[in-house]
C-alpha cells in the first residue's frame, strides 16, 4: 500500500519528466486525481490551488481515516472480550430452586373471577 507522500514523490518525479507546461491548479487537479478513491472523495470538493495544498489535506484524510480504522479494531477488539468474558460465566448453572423455596400460594388470589350479577356461560363449554 502506496502513502501518501510516497504518492506525491512519484507524482512530482513523473510531472519533471514529463516537463508538462500546467498551472498550479491543473496540476494540483491531476494529483487530486490520482489519489486512492476513498481520499480522492474527501479531497476533491476542496478549494485547492496547488499540489502542496492537495497533498496536505491528503495526509489529513488519511490519518483520519487510520484513527477511524484503529478506533474501530479497539472497539471491536472490546467487543470480543466483553463477549468472551460473558461467555466463560455463562457456563455457569443457575441455582436449583426448591420447592420449598416459592412464596406460599394465597387462595384469595388464585381463584378464577367471577363476573358480580352474572355467571359467565361459556364455563361449562370448555
Known amino acids: 500500500m502506496r502513502t501518501v507522500t510516497a504518492y506525491t514523490e512519484e507524482f512530482y518525479r513523473l510531472a519533471s519528466w514529463c516537463d508538462l507546461s500546467l498551472t498550479e491548479e491543473q496540476q494540483a487537479a491531476k494529483y487530486i486525481h490520482g489519489l486512492k478513491y476513498p481520499i480522492q472523495e474527501r479531497v476533491v470538493f476542496q478549494n485547492l490551488y496547488s499540489v502542496d495544498e492537495a497533498e496536505n489535506k491528503a495526509m489529513k484524510v488519511k490519518r483520519l481515516q487510520n484513527n477511524a480504522l484503529s478506533f474501530k479494531n479497539s472497539a471491536e477488539r472490546t467487543f470480543n472480550d466483553t463477549r468472551t468474558q460473558q461467555g466463560s460465566t455463562s457456563n455457569k448453572q443457575p441455582p436449583v430452586r426448591k420447592a420449598s423455596d416459592a412464596p406460599p400460594a394465597n387462595p384469595a388470589t388464585t381463584s378464577t373471577p367471577s363476573i358480580k350479577g352474572k355467571?359467565?356461560?361459556?364455563?361449562?363449554l370448555g
Do not use: F
Open 119 to 124: 355467571e359467565n356461560p361459556y364455563a361449562s
